[in-house]
Protein backbone atom coordinates (compact mmCIF):
# COMPACT_ATOMS: atom_id res chain seq x y z
CA UNK A 1 0.00 0.00 0.00
CA UNK A 2 1.61 3.32 -1.01
CA UNK A 3 2.75 5.42 2.08
CA UNK A 4 2.49 2.65 4.51
CA UNK A 5 4.83 2.66 7.41
CA UNK A 6 5.65 1.50 10.82
CA UNK A 7 7.52 3.69 13.41
CA UNK A 8 9.67 2.64 16.55
CA UNK A 9 10.54 4.90 19.03
CA UNK A 10 11.53 5.16 22.40
CA UNK A 11 8.71 5.09 25.51
CA UNK A 12 9.17 9.32 25.73
CA UNK A 13 11.91 11.69 23.97
CA UNK A 14 12.62 15.19 26.36
CA UNK A 15 14.23 17.51 24.55
CA UNK A 16 15.59 20.92 25.13
CA UNK A 17 18.16 23.21 27.63
CA UNK A 18 17.90 22.61 31.11
CA UNK A 19 16.04 19.04 31.18
CA UNK A 20 18.75 17.48 32.95
CA UNK A 21 17.27 18.88 35.73
CA UNK A 22 14.51 16.20 35.71
CA UNK A 23 16.72 13.28 35.22
CA UNK A 24 16.49 12.42 39.53
CA UNK A 25 12.70 12.64 39.54
CA UNK A 26 12.61 10.65 36.24
CA UNK A 27 15.17 8.13 37.14
CA UNK A 28 13.59 7.36 40.84
CA UNK A 29 10.13 6.93 39.12
CA UNK A 30 11.64 3.53 37.07
CA UNK A 31 14.54 2.69 40.14
CA UNK A 32 16.29 3.93 43.08
CA UNK A 33 19.58 1.07 42.50
CA UNK A 34 21.31 2.01 39.39
CA UNK A 35 23.99 1.35 37.53
CA UNK A 36 25.56 4.03 35.45
CA UNK A 37 27.46 4.17 32.40
CA UNK A 38 29.60 6.96 31.65
CA UNK A 39 32.84 8.10 29.59
CA UNK A 40 36.05 8.54 29.94
CA UNK A 41 36.19 12.25 32.02
CA UNK A 42 33.28 11.62 34.52
CA UNK A 43 34.51 15.21 35.99
CA UNK A 44 32.88 16.63 32.94
CA UNK A 45 29.12 15.59 34.69
CA UNK A 46 30.05 15.91 38.49
CA UNK A 47 27.05 17.60 38.39
CA UNK A 48 24.65 15.33 37.19
CA UNK A 49 26.03 13.07 39.42
CA UNK A 50 25.34 14.66 42.16
CA UNK A 51 21.73 15.59 41.35
CA UNK A 52 21.08 11.90 41.70
CA UNK A 53 20.19 12.70 45.20
CA UNK A 54 17.23 9.50 45.43
CA UNK A 55 19.15 6.99 43.22
CA UNK A 56 21.60 4.52 44.96
CA UNK A 57 24.55 4.09 41.82
CA UNK A 58 25.52 1.19 43.02
CA UNK A 59 27.68 -0.23 39.70
CA UNK A 60 29.76 2.63 37.30
CA UNK A 61 31.18 1.53 34.08
CA UNK A 62 33.72 3.84 32.03
CA UNK A 63 33.72 3.49 28.73
CA UNK A 64 36.56 5.11 26.44
CA UNK A 65 35.98 3.18 22.67
CA UNK A 66 33.47 1.61 21.22
CA UNK A 67 32.82 -1.43 24.14
CA UNK A 68 34.05 -4.77 23.73
CA UNK A 69 32.41 -8.12 24.02
CA UNK A 70 34.82 -9.03 27.38
CA UNK A 71 34.13 -5.60 29.14
CA UNK A 72 30.86 -5.95 28.85
CA UNK A 73 30.48 -9.65 29.98
CA UNK A 74 32.53 -8.63 32.80
CA UNK A 75 30.11 -6.18 33.74
CA UNK A 76 27.30 -7.99 33.37
CA UNK A 77 28.78 -11.06 35.54
CA UNK A 78 29.11 -8.16 38.32
CA UNK A 79 26.13 -6.23 38.01
CA UNK A 80 23.95 -9.34 38.20
CA UNK A 81 24.96 -9.89 42.29
CA UNK A 82 24.26 -6.14 42.93
CA UNK A 83 20.37 -6.12 42.42
CA UNK A 84 20.41 -3.24 40.19
CA UNK A 85 16.98 -1.71 39.04
CA UNK A 86 17.86 0.97 36.73
CA UNK A 87 20.58 1.70 33.94
CA UNK A 88 21.19 5.14 32.68
CA UNK A 89 23.92 6.04 29.86
CA UNK A 90 25.24 8.94 29.99
CA UNK A 91 27.78 10.13 27.11
CA UNK A 92 28.75 9.67 23.65
CA UNK A 93 27.29 6.60 21.58
CA UNK A 94 29.56 4.04 22.94
CA UNK A 95 28.55 5.17 26.33
CA UNK A 96 24.98 5.03 25.19
CA UNK A 97 25.31 1.29 23.34
CA UNK A 98 27.18 -0.23 26.53
CA UNK A 99 24.20 0.66 28.75
CA UNK A 100 21.70 -0.94 26.28
CA UNK A 101 23.24 -3.98 26.09
CA UNK A 102 23.60 -4.24 29.85
CA UNK A 103 20.22 -3.36 30.51
CA UNK A 104 19.01 -5.91 28.23
CA UNK A 105 21.49 -8.50 29.34
CA UNK A 106 21.36 -8.03 33.15
CA UNK A 107 17.70 -9.64 33.46
CA UNK A 108 18.62 -12.42 30.92
CA UNK A 109 20.01 -15.93 31.73
CA UNK A 110 21.37 -16.49 28.28
CA UNK A 111 24.95 -15.11 26.88
CA UNK A 112 25.40 -12.49 25.36
CA UNK A 113 27.04 -14.05 22.33
CA UNK A 114 24.26 -15.67 21.63
CA UNK A 115 21.94 -12.37 20.46
CA UNK A 116 24.30 -10.79 18.37
CA UNK A 117 24.76 -11.24 14.58
CA UNK A 118 27.45 -12.18 12.29
CA UNK A 119 29.74 -13.95 15.66
CA UNK A 120 26.18 -15.57 17.42
CA UNK A 121 22.99 -16.96 16.56
CA UNK A 122 20.84 -13.54 16.36
CA UNK A 123 18.22 -14.91 19.05
CA UNK A 124 15.88 -12.66 20.32
CA UNK A 125 16.31 -11.12 23.83
CA UNK A 126 14.74 -14.09 26.60
CA UNK A 127 13.65 -11.85 29.29
CA UNK A 128 12.41 -8.09 29.15
CA UNK A 129 15.05 -5.21 30.39
CA UNK A 130 16.13 -3.41 32.69
CA UNK A 131 14.58 0.34 32.73
CA UNK A 132 16.55 2.30 30.89
CA UNK A 133 17.48 6.75 30.36
CA UNK A 134 19.63 7.56 28.11
CA UNK A 135 21.54 10.89 28.27
CA UNK A 136 23.50 12.27 25.24
CA UNK A 137 26.67 14.57 25.96
CA UNK A 138 28.01 14.28 22.28
CA UNK A 139 25.40 15.25 18.98
CA UNK A 140 26.25 12.31 16.13
CA UNK A 141 25.38 9.02 16.72
CA UNK A 142 21.97 8.66 17.81
CA UNK A 143 21.97 5.96 19.69
CA UNK A 144 19.75 7.64 21.98
CA UNK A 145 16.74 6.41 19.68
CA UNK A 146 17.69 3.46 18.26
CA UNK A 147 17.38 -0.21 18.61
CA UNK A 148 21.11 -1.61 18.69
CA UNK A 149 23.77 -1.25 19.97
CA UNK A 150 27.31 -1.85 18.42
CA UNK A 151 30.06 -4.50 20.11
CA UNK A 152 33.22 -5.01 18.93
CA UNK A 153 34.57 -8.23 18.71
CA UNK A 154 38.37 -7.51 17.99
CA UNK A 155 39.15 -11.52 18.29
CA UNK A 156 36.68 -11.49 14.76
CA UNK A 157 38.20 -8.53 14.07
CA UNK A 158 34.18 -7.59 13.45
CA UNK A 159 31.62 -4.90 14.95
CA UNK A 160 28.46 -6.28 15.25
CA UNK A 161 25.06 -5.60 16.82
CA UNK A 162 23.22 -6.75 19.59
CA UNK A 163 19.20 -5.70 17.72
CA UNK A 164 16.33 -5.86 19.28
CA UNK A 165 13.41 -3.42 20.24
CA UNK A 166 14.00 -3.39 23.46
CA UNK A 167 17.05 -1.75 23.52
CA UNK A 168 15.13 1.23 23.16
CA UNK A 169 15.08 3.30 26.13
CA UNK A 170 12.32 4.25 28.48
CA UNK A 171 13.08 7.83 28.41
CA UNK A 172 15.60 9.51 25.90
CA UNK A 173 16.68 12.84 27.36
CA UNK A 174 18.66 15.45 25.20
CA UNK A 175 19.91 18.59 26.95
CA UNK A 176 22.02 20.51 24.66
CA UNK A 177 24.00 21.85 26.87
CA UNK A 178 25.97 18.87 28.36
CA UNK A 179 27.18 19.01 24.32
CA UNK A 180 28.32 23.14 25.02
CA UNK A 181 32.46 22.38 24.80
CA UNK A 182 32.73 19.91 23.34
CA UNK A 183 35.94 19.24 22.67
CA UNK A 184 36.78 20.12 18.98
CA UNK A 185 37.37 16.58 17.48
CA UNK A 186 34.54 15.27 19.52
CA UNK A 187 32.14 17.89 17.62
CA UNK A 188 33.35 17.52 14.34
CA UNK A 189 33.50 14.08 14.34
CA UNK A 190 30.37 12.90 15.67
CA UNK A 191 28.83 15.98 13.86
CA UNK A 192 29.69 14.40 10.79
CA UNK A 193 28.34 11.61 11.64
CA UNK A 194 24.92 13.33 12.44
CA UNK A 195 24.80 14.79 8.77
CA UNK A 196 25.84 11.26 7.10
CA UNK A 197 23.03 9.86 9.68
CA UNK A 198 20.38 12.20 7.84
CA UNK A 199 21.77 11.72 4.31
CA UNK A 200 21.49 7.95 4.17
CA UNK A 201 17.99 7.67 5.40
CA UNK A 202 16.93 9.90 3.16
CA UNK A 203 18.68 8.21 0.46
CA UNK A 204 17.28 4.74 1.72
CA UNK A 205 15.27 2.60 -0.33
CA UNK A 206 13.53 1.63 2.58
CA UNK A 207 12.48 5.71 3.66
CA UNK A 208 9.25 6.61 4.52
CA UNK A 209 7.34 10.16 5.02
CA UNK A 210 7.76 9.96 8.70
CA UNK A 211 11.81 10.16 8.21
CA UNK A 212 11.79 12.14 5.03
CA UNK A 213 10.04 15.14 6.97
CA UNK A 214 12.67 14.43 9.79
CA UNK A 215 16.25 13.92 7.46
CA UNK A 216 14.69 16.90 4.50
CA UNK A 217 14.78 19.65 7.17
CA UNK A 218 18.01 18.23 9.18
CA UNK A 219 20.42 17.90 6.50
CA UNK A 220 20.88 21.70 6.32
CA UNK A 221 20.14 22.30 9.82
CA UNK A 222 23.49 20.14 10.74
CA UNK A 223 25.82 21.01 8.08
CA UNK A 224 24.86 25.16 8.74
CA UNK A 225 25.42 24.19 12.99
CA UNK A 226 28.72 22.07 11.91
CA UNK A 227 29.90 25.09 10.15
CA UNK A 228 29.29 27.45 12.41
CA UNK A 229 30.88 25.20 15.56
CA UNK A 230 34.10 24.67 13.71
CA UNK A 231 34.66 28.38 12.36
CA UNK A 232 37.69 29.50 13.86
CA UNK A 233 40.19 33.30 13.01
CA UNK A 234 43.22 32.49 10.47
CA UNK A 235 43.37 28.75 11.00
CA UNK A 236 44.31 26.32 8.62
CA UNK A 237 43.04 22.61 8.49
CA UNK A 238 45.50 21.21 10.21
CA UNK A 239 45.54 23.47 13.53
CA UNK A 240 41.62 23.07 13.74
CA UNK A 241 42.11 19.17 13.31
CA UNK A 242 45.64 19.45 16.08
CA UNK A 243 43.65 22.20 18.60
CA UNK A 244 45.78 24.50 18.20
CA UNK A 245 45.78 26.81 20.88
CA UNK A 246 46.07 29.56 18.91
CA UNK A 247 42.66 28.69 17.21
CA UNK A 248 39.82 30.15 19.18
CA UNK A 249 36.40 28.42 18.97
CA UNK A 250 33.40 29.82 18.28
CA UNK A 251 30.80 28.60 20.69
CA UNK A 252 26.98 29.04 19.72
CA UNK A 253 24.08 27.66 22.27
CA UNK A 254 22.03 27.89 19.04
CA UNK A 255 24.38 26.09 16.68
CA UNK A 256 24.78 23.35 19.36
CA UNK A 257 20.47 23.21 19.67
CA UNK A 258 20.19 22.13 16.27
CA UNK A 259 23.39 19.90 15.99
CA UNK A 260 21.81 18.02 18.70
CA UNK A 261 18.34 17.99 17.02
CA UNK A 262 19.76 16.76 14.02
CA UNK A 263 21.48 14.13 16.04
CA UNK A 264 17.71 12.96 17.73
CA UNK A 265 16.50 13.07 14.09
CA UNK A 266 18.94 11.03 12.48
CA UNK A 267 18.70 8.45 15.34
CA UNK A 268 14.73 8.06 14.77
CA UNK A 269 15.67 8.34 11.15
CA UNK A 270 17.94 5.43 10.74
CA UNK A 271 15.78 3.21 13.41
CA UNK A 272 13.18 3.42 10.73
CA UNK A 273 14.72 3.48 7.54
CA UNK A 274 18.02 1.93 7.61
CA UNK A 275 21.37 3.61 6.30
CA UNK A 276 23.60 2.97 3.60
CA UNK A 277 26.82 1.90 2.24
CA UNK A 278 29.11 4.71 4.00
CA UNK A 279 27.94 3.05 7.41
CA UNK A 280 27.93 -0.39 5.98
CA UNK A 281 31.48 -0.28 4.87
CA UNK A 282 32.46 1.70 8.50
CA UNK A 283 31.47 -1.56 10.53
CA UNK A 284 34.03 -3.87 8.64
CA UNK A 285 36.47 -1.84 7.93
CA UNK A 286 36.75 -0.50 11.73
CA UNK A 287 37.13 -3.90 13.16
CA UNK A 288 39.83 -4.66 10.52
CA UNK A 289 41.58 -1.15 11.52
CA UNK A 290 40.55 -1.07 15.30
CA UNK A 291 39.16 2.50 14.46
CA UNK A 292 35.97 3.89 15.56
CA UNK A 293 33.82 5.13 12.77
CA UNK A 294 33.45 8.44 14.78
CA UNK A 295 34.29 9.82 17.90
CA UNK A 296 32.01 9.27 20.78
CA UNK A 297 33.84 9.30 23.77
CA UNK A 298 33.07 12.10 25.39
Not at 89 to 99: E, F, W
Amino acid sequence: MLGAFGLVTPAEILFGRGHIAQLNDRATKLGTRALVVHGRNPGRLSGVFASLKTVDIVQTLSIEKEPDLQTLMAAIDQGKLLGIDLVLGIGGGSVMDAAKVLAAMLPNQTDLISHLEVVGSGLPLSAKRLPLILVPTTSGTGADVTRNAVIDIPEAQRKVSLRDNQLLPDLALIDPALTDNCPRQVSLYSGLDAVTQVIEPFLSSRSNLFTDMLCQEAIPKGLRALKQLMDRESCSASTILSGHPNCRRTESEDARDSLAQVSLFGGLALANSGLGVVHGIAGPLGGLCGAPHCYQRA
